[in-house]
């Protein structure tokens, strides 16, 4: 280039832009004659593009604006210039000063041609356009670098230009290192001094990092959009005190039903939308927020626009400026009425029966403990099926869970609506009756439901028969809480089991007997573990030398709260828990031990009774345990009588026979207790050919008023021993029973007359004293033993 000659001597090498300038002023000058003065006014044009660019980005009225703005440009340049013109130091000013003006532009300045070619670049554009020097772009065709729609843009903005007005466009291009770029470029047009078009100044600004910027922003954003409205979710910013509505996302038009511009015009339009039952709630929750500026959340259903009710789960979060103080409440509110719909759903199932429908176990305590904290009169009952077990063993299990569905049909439709009818396992039915749950509107009621049961039941399913058994209990009267209640109905029922089924009782005295039983059992298993049962013990003598030829054990339980408990409250009891083998085995231990050592204390002809019962008789481990207690306190075994009731025995006669054949062969004695008061038949006394009957007191104590009675104690004695067989008559009371037992041959006696059951230690000097009292009426041969 032959730009450098046009440079003084002694001074400082040109920079590039200064270059760019003379260069532009060279060139121009040999194609065209143009006057030094437009150059420089061309070139102090260009350097102003940046506020030309700015300029021309305004709408197309300002294309006056602009033009104005490059003459009046171009007229101040011209005066500086016209007066420098004449002197080569005041030129070279003239470039240093369009040097600094070049190199403080931050765009990539170009001068192009009519035809479009860059005649120049500025350095810095050259810098952007990542090439090694102005030069490397200097002729290349501007619009080449431009493609597809950018393309199209630059030859529109570049007729513009040429046609006399600024334009501006945006576009992207690559820069000789193929990077792509984006710019925000302005032509301004370069007149010579007639007014004509000579060249073009275009100014481009690098807005790839805006662009890139903008288009990260616009896809989040986009994503955000898309993902706003795809989910139920509404993403809200309210001010702090949460009465204005800053954003919401266009979720709420599916959550809420309303627009984001209906909330832009009243930011508590979704308010009115919340159920009433809820609101109180939610406005408490929404001004704690506010209050303690902490994060909050709700659950509350809305009646959305449409109509539809659903449930909406909101939740908040304070957002805090840098001095710490709340700027806003950012949040989120959900559809949850899915959620919520099914957890209803699974609350259903908690409280309800599978099989019939009905409320369930839980779902009636928790009516009953409401209607407790209510404290309003109502009655519960308890309806148990009589022998379901047996209908269920013969229907089969479909029918009968057939039946039971039905049977809750009859007991709901028989009961009046408020009643709440619960199945609570098995064929157990509960009812809770408010209203009128008087004792005569109740009884009305059980009688009308059993009733049902008997006829419709039956015809329907053609079942042999369909009773049941109801207990019921009174709130206040027996229980002031579901469990007090629920036992005492179930106690009642119980009762009314007892009492013959297909009936029904009221919780009353008997019931609460019953309930003591209950407790005695559950303190049963600790009894015997520390050492609550004791043997009483009572004579069996003979009738005219009233010598105490044995003695019957009969347990009791010292029980720690209630006291010495007779065997009548506890035994059944304990044969119904099995408990009686074990405590049975004590037993016979215990009584074997107290024979021996009274045997051992010169007693030696006495004998000890012993009772085993119907359930001891058939656990296989009754001869063993008798075999053992023999050995261990080294007993012959004759002196040991077990005592059997007849019921006891034809329970299972064949294992009865096999059991009593064992213990016979061990040589113990056996005798049939209460004789008389079951099937007395005289055939089993010889199947089982015992050794003694005991002639219940039932039948001693009518021996003074009957005389059937004596003519039919006379017969059991006298077959009795034609079969071999003792006789002791029991119960007896009076001297006069007595009497008739000795007229009649009876072989032993025994009753409170001659000595009541008690403690071991008390018996010897109480057998004394029968001996003493029957010495005194002069009946001969006494004896304080069977010795
Ligand atoms: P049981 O075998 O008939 O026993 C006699 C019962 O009649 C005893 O009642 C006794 O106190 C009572 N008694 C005796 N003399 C008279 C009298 O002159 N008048 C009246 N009214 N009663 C009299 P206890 O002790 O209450 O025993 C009741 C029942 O408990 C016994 O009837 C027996 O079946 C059963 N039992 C007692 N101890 C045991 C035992 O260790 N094992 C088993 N399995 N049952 C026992
Ligand atoms: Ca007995
Ligand atoms: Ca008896």
Redesign the pocket.
Known sequence: MDVDADIEPGVCPPARNQLFLTFFLSRYGRVKTVALSDLLIAAAAGIGTGALAYCAALEAASAVRLALSITSGIATFAAVARKLASDHARQHATLTLARGLLNANRDCLKVLGRDGNMLRVSEYGAALMEAESPEQLAGADWLGFWQGDDRSAAETALATALSGTSASFTGSCQTTKGRTKWWDSTLAPVRDANGEVIALLCASEDVTRQTELLTTLREKSELMGEMESHVRLVFYSYSADLTTCLYVSTGVEQVFGITPSMLAQNSSVWLELVHPDDSERLRAEMRRIVEEASDGRCEYRIRRPDGCIRWIRSTAYPVRDEAGNVARVVGVSEDITVEQERLVALDRLAYTDGLTGLANRTALVQRIKALCRQNVAFGLMFIDLDRFKVLNDTLGHTVADRLLKDIGKVIHEALPPAACVARLGGDEFAVIVSGESDKASLATLAQSLLNMFSNEVRTNHAAPFVTASIGISLFPEHGRDHEALLTSADIAMYAAKKAGRNGFQFADKAASDVLEDFELERSLPAALASNQFALHF?GIHEPASLAMKSV????RWNHPTRGMV???SF?PILEESGF?VEV?AW?MDAALAQLASWRAAGRKGLCVS????AR?LKDDSIVAVVDRALRKHQLPPRCLEI?LTESALMDDPTLAQQTLMSLKRLGVRIAI??FGTGYSSLRYLADFSPDTVKID?SFTAKLLRDEATVSIVRGIIQISHQLGMKVTA????TNAQLDILRDAHCDYV????LTK?MAADQLVDASRSIVMRQSESAVPSLSVDGT
């Open positions: 009572q019957e054990a009969l347990v007779g065997p009548a035994i009686i049975g037993v012993v009772n085993v019962s001891q005592e207790d209460d007191r029991e119960g007896v009371e025994q009753g409170f007359f059951p």
